[in-house]
């Protein structure tokens, strides 16, 4: 309806512009109200733009973000600007540390729903478990900003939507099942023993550990899913050090609204940079998958070796329903964001862990005697097993502590593909939704003394009959984290290794701080390491 109004209102102002007579046969224009020929043009010219304004100023009205401005059941943050709306009202931008703490205030104020705007753009922020239900429930697909990663990491698993997610998700659920993960193993204790010795050296000196844990799991995961070794712990690598630019530009282009256009923002100096930085990383991911397809055709044994399989070596060997293969552009859609969501969320939980842990010494002890009894009953820490992992009973729950109070990832972006109306509320189709992970998992309804460190709430006893959709760190419905176990067992396996080789101190805690993007990120958060006693 909106849009027949709005068409109708454009076609009378050009007619209104641009008057001709019927009864002219030379169809010569008539001069609107009288005016000269040299006063028309500058009129033409005035009523266009107006008219162009008010166009624009109609369409926004009835559309989505107009109707969730007129929806007045929906509380509003009162720190509003007229041009930015809420993009700098903490003071900085969204993503910085002030704009997490101010995301988290309004959350706690409003602990059910409220609405943000970023520049003339409406959507609405939801932190409560009864609202999440309800939307889920309507499987909601990926918001609009995730579009800017589709850009340089294809539009695999974490992004695509309809038929195209449900084929993959299905095809690919398998590769993260309990049994492959076993093959993963080797890989892990390698990598962490690697970091190990590395921490040995830093002599109890200060160290920040967010870079640290990254290169970890960046070698990790590339290790696992590709066969790609980069010794990034120890050196230089390009690939990494691309995908992490690559991963900048990225969180950057989400709340930055000039940047927000493809054509405008690749003819911008950054712009022109990240394209030179996405071709490299495209040839670097093709050279991967060519040289493992070679293998493959080298050795056929290959798949064989269950113990040895990667994630990539699924990709080149699963079919679709019709015996079809992944072409290279799939297998690169796919590698490619389980490479990049499966690293820097992963470093994230192993740092905020680390520090958590650090500041309650009682539970840290609690945890290093759990872990030292279980890890000396099969001779220390230089191979430790699954079974060795899920024996770790309390330290499991300061694990899963942690994860509530700094969720690796502190928000998620949904979309409706249909009007819904929740707890009296009217969201229309088209809304774009932000769950607030961080802010729920401090819902006073749901957990006692929120900002508590109180690991126990994880006991079996407690968890009983918790609403499910209170705790989402791995997300939660049917787009959750495919990867979850992938990381919970490298998360564990770290933090406990660590434990077990080194009291873990705090340096300068109340320097810490944090952004929230993609990932809720540590700044400034450095630890040091002091070697156990000369058991070790």
Known sequence: WYQRRVRGLLIATIRLLFPFSRRDKSCQRQYFLGLSKDSMSVTTVLLFFGASAVFLIMMWWFSVSGQLYRDKTIPVPSDISFIYGHLKS????????????WIQKWGTIYPKIFRIRFGPYNCVAISHAKYIRAIFKEKPEKAWFYRFGIDWLGDGLLFSQGQKWFKRRKMLTPSFHFDLLKS??????????????????????????FPKALSLTLDTILRC??????????????????????????????????????????NTPKGAEYLELREKFDKISRKIVQDRKEEHLKNPDILKDTKNLSFLDVLLTVKYEDGSPLSMKDILEEANVFIFEGHDTTASAISWSLFLLSQQPEHMAKCYEEIRE???????DEYVTQQQINELTHFSMCIKESLRLKSPVPMIGRVLDKD?????????????ISFLIDALHRVEEFWDEPNEFRPERFSPENSKNRDPYSYIPFSVGNRNCIGQNFAMTELKMTVAKIIYNFEVVVHQPEKVTRVCAMIQKPLDLYLKFIPRDARI
Not at 226 to 252: G, R, W
Not at 374 to 380: A, P
Not at 426 to 431: E, M, Q, S, V
């Open 90 to 101: 903490s003071g900085d931008t969204l993503y910085s540390n002030a704009g997490a703490d």
């Open 184 to 209: 993963y193993l080797d890989i892990f204790n390698e990598t962490t023993n690697l970091m190990i010795s590395q921490l040995e050296k830093t002599q109890q000196e200060p160290v920040e550990i």
């Open 225 to 266: 899913l590709v066969h790609y070794e980069t010794n990034c712990q120890t050196q230089y690598d390009e690939y990494a050090d691309i995908m992490y630019q690559l991963s900048q530009v990225f969180v950057d282009r989400m709340f930055d609204p000039m940047k927000y256009y493809d054509k405008i923002f690749f």
């Open 374 to 380: 279980v890890f000396d009953s099969q001779n220390g």
């Open 420 to 432: 819904i109306y929740v707890e009296g509320h009217r969201l229309p189709k088209g809304t774009n």
